[in-house]
């Protein structure tokens, strides 16, 4: 069974960073692509950014592109979602996710319908 624990969330003034880590359990990530997901209180769940192995490919959603980064540890079996020059907005519960296949990560963001979740790290950006 594949679980998947994030961590690395916090309180964060606007300008910092923060890395969140995603350890996954019960199988090799390297079979995987990979997803973070950011739900706001009362908003949807959506894509922040994916990686998908099979092509290759990697999506950023168009708020925190260029100032994010997506990455893999495979001996650690770990994802990582790296956020720079943080913003109010960007504050939510952030959940990582995996999925056997996908057409491509923009599509794996976009779906929203990963095969496994994490249970969520909260980011709070404020002063």
């Known amino acids: 069974q594949v679980q998947l624990v994030e961590s690395g969330g916090g309180s964060v003034p606007p300008g910092g960073s923060l890395r969140l880590s995603c350890v996954v359990s019960?199988?090799?990530?390297?079979?995987?692509?990979i997803g973070w997901f950011r739900q706001a209180p009362g908003g949807a769940r959506e894509g922040v950014s994916c990686?998908?192995?099979?092509?290759?490919?990697?999506y950023y959603t168009s708020s925190v592109e260029g100032r994010s980064t997506i990455s893999r540890d495979s001996a650690k079996n770990t994802a990582y979602l790296l956020i720079d020059v943080l913003r109010p907005a960007d504050s939510g519960i952030y959940y990582c996710a995996a999925s056997k296949w996908v057409p491509n990560a923009q599509r794996m963001c976009e779906d929203v319908s990963p095969d496994h979740w994490g249970k969520g790290t909260q980011v709070t950006v404020s002063w």
């Open positions: 990686h998908s192995r099979g092509d290759g490919s990697i």
């Open positions: 019960g199988d090799n990530l390297e079979y995987y692509a």
